[in-house]
């Protein structure tokens, strides 16, 4: 009779599989998966919203001499829309703009730079959350609105404080995603985007290149 001995480094299994702590993160990151893709969806609705708007305001005034009425006010409060409610989709593919210095590095020391750098964006994006929501409340009180046709800025102000706690709640999700690769640096990534090896970095130039997406 054989016996199968645990992968070093990986989640202490229990007799349903995976352990309870890795169960509980895998719900949690597809249930907010929903929330963000909700929102990066509107946030793309919004995106073709404008260039729509913007062909029928420079058709109107090139052929028809007709302008939309409140054009620039439109787009500035519409603008929160596409620049902020895809931040925390963003967050979750790794998909931002960034350098990564420590691609040579071990998988170990990797988990640990990517946590703490989670920690401190958590603790940033904590102190934005109560600016942006003292902003709102600001311009819900007063009835702030736009300078040409007098739009409440408020809903637009309250976009980004909600799509700004959505990404704290995905960054807190990722802290314990990172913890628990730091304890388990061979176990599966589970709420946290794969690290990009100099290997997968090669391949993904190599395709690139060749114009095969597929290639990986």
């Known amino acids: 009779m054989s016996s199968s001995t645990p992968r070093p480094g990986a989640d202490a299994e229990m007799p349903g599989g995976a352990s309870a702590g890795s169960r509980l993160l895998r719900l949690s990151d597809r249930y907010l998966t929903y929330a963000e893709d909700t929102l990066n969806l509107i946030a793309a609705l919004a995106v073709f919203f404008l260039m729509f708007v913007g062909v029928a305001q420079i058709v109107g005034r090139t052929v028809f001499d007709f302008a939309i009425y409140g054009y620039i006010d439109w787009i500035e409060q519409s603008s929160s829309l596409f620049a902020f409610l895809g931040i925390a989709y963003a967050q ?12 040579g590095w071990s998988q170990g020391s990797r988990w640990k730079i990517e946590l703490f750098g989670v920690v401190v964006t958590i603790s940033i994006v904590s102190i934005l959350i109560y600016a942006s929501f003292t902003n709102f409340l600001r311009a819900y009180s007063i009835g702030d609105s736009t300078m040409d046709i007098r739009i409440p800025t408020w809903p637009a102000k309250m976009m980004v404080p909600l799509a700004l706690s959505l990404l704290w709640v995905r960054l807190l999700v990722q802290i314990f995603g990172y913890v628990r690769m730091v304890v388990h640096p061979n176990a599966e990534p589970i709420a946290v985007p794969k690290l990009i090896t100099i290997e997968t970095q090669v391949e993904d130039e190599i395709a690139e290149a060749l114009g095969r997406k597929d290639a990986r």
């Open 92 to 103: 979750r593919l790794g998909s931002h703009i960034g350098m990564d210095l420590t691609t």
